[in-house]
């Protein structure tokens, strides 16, 4: 059974910086893209990043600059570098892999707020 497990979130001031780790058990973690995905109160989860197993990567679009996924497929883990960070960027983060099956499992995700 898949396990995600999110951390690494936190209250920061605008501008800060925060990194974000998934530790993920019960898959063949390193044939999979993996993805953070974000959700603000109120909105829909949104695709924040993906990589491939080879560590090809892509952001959204608002995001680019500002985010770095990466992965350490000897960990089982993912990362989310979130640099220059915005009131918007306020969220509960989380990973999963980046294709979703049609009921997939979630870890809890870690809570990120930027506020002054």
């Known amino acids: 059974q898949v396990q995600l497990v999110e951390s690494g979130g936190g209250l920061v001031q605008p501008g800060g910086s925060l990194r974000l780790s998934c530790a993920a058990s019960g898959i063949i973690f390193g044939i999979y893209s993996m993805a953070w995905y974000r959700q603000a109160p109120g909105n829909q989860r949104d695709l924040v990043a993906t990589?491939?197993?080879?560590?090809?990567?892509n952001y959204a679009d608002s995001l680019k600059g500002r985010f770095t996924i990466s992965r350490d497929n000897a960990k089982n883990t993912v990362y989310l570098q979130m640099n220059s960070l915005k009131p918007d960027d306020t969220a509960v983060y989380y990973c999963?892999?980046?294709?979703?099956?049609?009921?997939?499992?979630w870890g809890q995700g870690t809570q990120v707020t930027v506020s002054s």
């Open positions: 999963n892999t980046a294709t979703l099956g049609r009921s997939p499992t």
């Open positions: 990589i491939t197993p080879g560590d090809i990567t």
